[in-house]
């Protein structure tokens, strides 16, 4: 049916306002999951005269609640460590201290390039306004090249962003993030994606095998997530609290 869809949308050369909200909402509607989400991502940041930081951690998502906790398990010194996204809130519990901190959405994930939108549900339809730039190639693939403009009350890290999407598939392939005095802040590419089929939803959800960050304010810096396991089985309604996550740094 997305494919479909994306087949009928992308066949004009400059889309409308509607067509274009439309290629966001399939690309929301594939990533998420009406039931629960988890999954264990690979984190390494690499910067330049530095040593590399590599992590594991554990992402939990409620999608039809906007819930979000992200769980650091390794290396020990981060483990317990996490995020917690209640509604517009993020929150930050470093268990060294026994503190939570609120964070912005710009906050860098566990100091790397990464923030809450490369492991929460996409909401780009909801957060952004589309506008058409071009039919291009990204490399052998032919893409759409989208603008958005951030909502006036969406709560965003970045204002602004470009988005090329696959014509053929209707994903992401690349995106770059912008500041409000238009400075380029982040260039994300997402090399290969993968499906998994969920039962409460009854249709594949889709999620990027591999997300490359590149920070273009802090040169040779740049950020690598693996998403290596996924499984959408319900979780205990309990996780997606501070007590839950405060549980197991101890």
């Known amino acids: 049916m997305f494919t479909l869809l994306f087949s009928a949308v992308l066949a004009f050369a400059a889309p409308s306002a509607d067509d274009m909200v439309k290629m966001l909402t399939v690309i929301d509607d594939r990533q998420q999951n009406s039931g629960d989400y988890k999954s264990?991502?690979?984190i390494e940041n690499k910067q330049a005269e530095k040593s590399d930081l590599v992590y594991q951690a554990l992402v939990y998502r409620r999608d039809a609640d906007d819930k979000l906790i992200i769980l650091f398990v390794k290396p020990?010194?981060?483990a317990g460590k996490?995020?917690?996204?209640?509604?517009?809130?993020?929150f930050?519990?470093?268990p060294t201290v026994g503190k939570w901190e609120r964070r912005t959405e710009r906050e860098r994930i566990g100091g790397t390039s990464s923030n809450r939108q490369d492991f929460d549900q996409s909401r780009l339809h909801e957060e952004y306004t589309p506008s058409f730039v071009a039919e291009e190639k990204l490399g052998s693939y032919a893409v759409q090249h989208i603008k958005l403009a951030a909502k006036t009350a969406a709560d965003v890290a970045y204002p602004a962003a470009d988005l090329w999407i696959d014509k053929t598939t209707g994903n992401v392939l690349k995106r770059q993030d912008f500041a409000d005095s238009?400075?380029?802040?982040?260039?994300?590419?997402?090399?290969?994606w993968n499906k998994l089929y969920s039962e409460s939803k009854k249709a594949d959800v889709y999620f990027p095998?591999?997300?490359r960050i590149i920070d273009e304010v802090e040169k040779g810096?740049?950020?690598?997530?693996?998403?290596?396991?996924?499984?959408l089985?319900?979780?205990?309604?309990?996780?997606f609290t501070k007590a839950w996550l405060e549980s197991k740094s101890r």
């Open 40 to 42: 264990l991502v690979y």
């Open 92 to 94: 930050m519990f470093d």
């Open 209 to 211: 095998k591999e997300i």
């Open 182 to 192: 238009g400075r380029l802040m982040r260039t994300t590419y997402y090399p290969s």
């Open 233 to 239: 089985k319900p979780l205990d309604p309990n996780i």
């Open 221 to 231: 810096t740049q950020t690598t997530v693996v998403i290596q396991e996924v499984d």
């Open 76 to 78: 020990q010194s981060e």
């Open 82 to 90: 996490g995020y917690l996204r209640l509604d517009d809130n993020l």
